[in-house]
């Protein structure tokens, strides 16, 4: 199957003018070498790509198939030239990072922050995902390195120690458990909770073990961050779990932390990759500092 990157653009430009002559126009070819083009390409890949009317040309289902490849296609294709646009001015190198919600909402931001004042020709792109998508992506050569819970199936995969990752109960002051200093899942399960959006990775966690459990959880609100959910609990609108090192950042004297003894709550974070010895010089150094670095007192 041959095709190239004019005509990946010719495709879009055609579907967003309605016609072969809008999109040659917009891609800047003749009308002729755009017929030429779909007409081969249509013949090579065994299907029409564009039907063709008396009132224009629209897409078949085949042909909205082609534009979302293409789409994504072109968009890492721009990424790329980008970075390399970086490396001619003196980047040394680009990291890209998969990691769950606590790591990114907890661990990394000051970690990065300090790394990166060290390194000023280096470069990060961070992007959250749940642990097990993570590790597929690494499996599948999709990924380099991730940062996931070691309560993930890592098997296949190396992986180094990161730091501990263990969810607690954080309630108000005036809760009916805020006299004891730990609580078991069947505890809470009747609670009003605070919870994260429902597409958080670490929530989902939380939701599927409920449901594992033959329980589904009472959310009188969902928040977009940890700092947010803790604020509602310090009004007393619910209870939360959360990690640990999140409600210790900024705990409040209207709350307090229960300890979760569950071994689901239990969590460690782990760096995992396909083979570490495989990996840049420059990303091997990125995570040795991730795993000793000390915050200042």
């Known amino acids: 199957m041959h095709f190239d990157i004019t005509d990946l653009q010719l495709c879009l430009n055609i579907a967003n003018a309605g016609s072969i002559t809008g999109g040659a126009n917009l891609t800047h070819i003749t009308l002729q070498s755009a017929s030429e083009r779909i007409r081969g390409l249509e013949s090579e890949l065994g299907t029409l790509l564009f039907i063709r009317s008396a009132r224009g040309i629209s897409l078949s289902n085949a042909g909205f198939a082609f534009i979302e490849h293409a789409n994504g296609i072109l968009h890492r294709i721009d990424l790329m030239k980008d970075e390399m646009r970086q490396y001619s001015r003196g980047l040394r190198g680009h990291i890209n990072l998969l990691c769950n919600a606590s790591a990114q909402m907890e661990f990394l931001p000051e970690r990065i922050g300090a790394y990166l004042q060290q390194q000023p020709n280096m470069s990060i792109t961070v992007k959250e995902m749940p642990s097990h998508e993570i590790v597929t992506a690494i499996k599948n050569k ?151 670095w000390q915050s200042n007192p």
């Open 142 to 292: 999709m990924a380099n390195i991730g940062i996931v819970a070691d309560s993930t199936d890592l098997s296949g995969l190396a992986f180094h120690p990161f730091c501990s990752d263990e969810l607690i109960v954080l309630v108000h002051y005036h809760h009916p458990l805020a006299n004891q200093q730990h609580v078991l899942f069947n505890d809470i399960i009747h609670s009003d909770f605070i919870g994260l959006s429902e597409d958080n990775s670490l929530q989902k966690h939380i939701d599927d073990y409920a449901k594992q459990q033959g329980f589904r959880l009472n959310y009188r609100v969902r928040l977009p961050t940890f700092d947010a959910v803790m604020q509602l609990v310090a009004n007393d609108v619910g209870i939360a779990i959360i990690p640990k090192q999140a409600a210790q950042r900024v705990l409040s004297s209207q709350t307090k932390i229960l300890a979760l003894k569950e071994k689901w709550a239990q969590r460690n974070l782990v760096i995992c990759a396909r083979d570490f010895n495989q990996l840049p010089e420059y990303t091997n150094e990125f995570i040795s500092f991730l795993i000793n």
